[in-house]
């Protein structure tokens, strides 16, 4: 069988001395992986960066089966970010957290565009706002999107400041004070409070953090996702 769709590439591995099997996450076919037949060379290891939009071709006998992949690049976003460090750490996250996350073969055609949206918006000046965004709408496909319109307890939408680490629902200042220890702090730019800034985009990343590790990955957030936390907060650091 065989078929054609757009690809965000999230990662490669080598496989022999020459191909790569390339793990992409499809607009149509969701996130599947295939065989490069000479990937690890110089011509197409640009296609092969994780977060570049490509033109694929997918060949094999049956669904389940690796295949092969014929890939054409379309855009490559990384290469933007080669000089800044903490935009490509986002980049890098957003794609490992895709692949860590997305079932093989589960379409997901928004979180496809949201993607590739992400990618776009990098460049801007409040590039770390929009990526912990990115990260809620993620949570919110998957099925656990938090509930960040009211207080839990009052079921009004004033003063909300905490999330609850159980049922990610909000939390209001007076009601959560007491608990404030037990609870997660609610970034006002998450919701329309305040245009963020470093100690709120930390403490967005925390939040996100919790819930993925609870709810979608059953474990540690991967790796590059792990780095841009660590980079984000050395850098907030050395600003000081």
Known sequence: MEWSDQGIVLSTRPHGETSAVASLLTR???RHAGMVMGGRSSRQRGSLEPGTLVAARW?????????????ET????AAAFLDDPLRLAALTAACALVEAAIPEHEP???????????????????WAETY?????GLLG???FGLDLDRC???GTNDYLAYVSPRTGRAVSAAVGEPYRDRLLPLPGFLIGL???????VEEGLRLTGHFLERHVLSGPVPPARERLRERYANAVARRS
């Open 132 to 136: 912990v965004r990115w990260e809620v």
């Open 141 to 143: 496909e998957l099925g």
């Open 74 to 77: 379309a855009h490559g976003y």
């Open 59 to 71: 060949r094999g006998r049956l669904p389940e089966h690796l295949g092969n992949f014929s890939l």
């Open 28 to 30: 149509e076919h969701g």
């Open 194 to 200: 305040s245009g963020g800034g470093p100690r709120e």
């Open 152 to 154: 839990a307890v009052t």
């Open 108 to 126: 997901h055609t928004a979180l496809f565009d949201g993607l590739l949206a992400l990618f776009g918006l990098l460049g801007t000046d409040a």
